[in-house]
């Protein structure tokens, strides 16, 4: 019953932070979803997003059934999941060619993106934004000519190791579709 609660509550708060951003996005906002698989294929979350009319994309990702502590999530550069390694993603989204890292001197890759903490519950949240990438068309769009996908990895990543981080393998992984 009190895990129904929490739930409950961070889905309500979870609700609340979109919608708010949603609100302050105002009629020009673009908005992107993914569903999340983990290694064995089965759902294990899901991530939404909305670009603003300012261009800042808002992040939002809820998943239940991950290892406690710090992980690295990453929108990767092809919109493909194929379990178990997730390597069909393809490296991050980095289509202006930067340095990895939210640390490091020229701002990271476009897919760069905070760690996301997951309980001892095994549930994780990440509420963020980012102005590297695009949900509208241009350079930094995550709609180009093969997608792209959002990927959680079983560490922390460094944010500054060229070109992952040192985040490890992958766990879950989302293909970016228009909502």
């Known amino acids: 019953m009190v895990r129904t609660m929490r739930i409950a509550a961070t889905a309500g708060a979870v609700a609340l932070m979109l919608a708010t951003a949603v609100g302050a996005a105002g009629s020009s906002a673009v908005h992107a979803q993914a569903s ?3 290694t064995n294929g089965s759902p294990i979350g899901w991530a939404r997003f909305v670009e603003d009319a300012s ?9 239940a059934g991950l290892t406690p502590g710090l992980h690295g999530i990453h929108l990767h550069a092809v919109g ?6 997730f390597g069909s993603a393809g490296g991050h989204h980095n289509p202006l060619g930067a340095t990895h890292g939210l640390d490091s001197a020229s701002g990271g890759h476009a897919g760069d993106l905070p760690n996301m903490k997951v ?3 095994g549930i994780g949240r ?3 934004r980012t102005d590297r990438a695009t ?3 241009g350079d930094a769009s995550v709609f180009d000519g093969n997608g792209s996908a959002i990927v959680i990895h079983a560490g922390p990543d460094d944010q500054v190791t060229d070109p ?5 393998s ?3 992984c989302g293909v970016i579709s228009w909502d």
């Not at 261009?55 to 998943?63: A, F, I, L, Q």
């Not at 493909?80 to 390694?85: A, D, S």
């Not at 992952?164 to 490890?168: A, D, I, L, M, V």
């Open 170 to 172: 992958r766990v879950a």
């Open 126 to 128: 990440l509420v963020t």
């Open 135 to 137: 949900l509208s068309a």
């Open 164 to 168: 992952t981080g040192n985040s490890g």
């Open 119 to 121: 309980n001892a519950a």
């Open 80 to 85: 493909l999941c194929e379990p178990t390694t």
């Open 36 to 38: 999340l698989i983990g």
């Open 55 to 63: 261009g800042v994309v808002h992040v939002n990702v809820h998943v």
